[in-house]
């Protein structure tokens, strides 16, 4: 028994096909196949891009060196400020976080235009935040740590767990009270939460 093959022994007779009355019709060949591929994946590569740029990220630094998996995007409400760079800084203020749902020390006060760089340790066996922000912008976090239990860290807050410390340089451009405040579950509510008057 013979074989025919069914393979064209001409090339150029593969990338056709004979239609009707002898026509030919293009077929895709390979080559125009993964042209057309690597057209899609360009594509999806620059709406992913654009996406991101849309969708934002803060270009501020951050000086968090506790990274557990949060973000350093922002969030918005009433932060009071902006961060800077440690060089920047005026001066430093060490933080200590307690287990007693406490900070040490509890009140501060800074002057408007103040650059502050806060030294945060966690003094406890629990992890801790530490999140900048006035009332509004604290009962916000503390909201969205409720509803989905990871907020996004922000370039104005610090989570450090147990033995950890972190700095962060905060630049104070309103007037009025600022707050730092801890948002794990039921810190914030049992009072771990620290004033700082801004003059």
């Not at 430093?92 to 945060?120: H, N």
């Not at 009332?135 to 950890?164: F, V």
Request: hydrophobic share 35%; glycine share 12%; with cysteine.
């Amino acid at each position: 028994m013979k074989r025919i093959s069914s393979v064209p022994s001409d090339p150029a007779d593969a990338a056709t096909d004979h239609g009707p009355l002898g026509q030919h019709r293009d077929r895709p060949t390979s080559s125009r196949y993964g042209a057309n591929l690597k057209l899609l994946v360009l594509a999806g590569a620059l709406a992913l891009a654009l996406i991101t740029v849309a969708c934002g990220g803060n270009d501020a630094p951050s000086s968090s060196s506790s990274d557990n998996g949060h973000d350093s995007g922002s969030m918005d409400g009433g932060v009071m400020g902006e961060a800077a760079a440690e060089s920047e800084a005026d001066r430093t203020i060490e933080i200590v976080m307690l287990d007693e749902l406490a900070y040490d020390p509890a009140a501060l006060e800074v002057s408007q235009g103040d650059v502050v760089t806060f030294e945060v340790v966690n003094d406890g066996s629990a992890r801790h935040e530490f999140v900048l922000g006035d009332s509004a912008y604290q009962e916000m976090h503390e909201d969205a740590m409720t509803d989905d239990g990871n907020q996004g860290m922000t370039d104005n807050a610090l989570s450090l767990g147990p033995g950890e410390s972190g700095s962060l340089t905060w630049r104070f451009t309103e007037s009025g009270k600022v707050l730092y405040g801890c948002h794990e579950p039921g810190h914030y509510e049992g009072g771990m939460v620290g004033t700082i008057e801004v003059e």
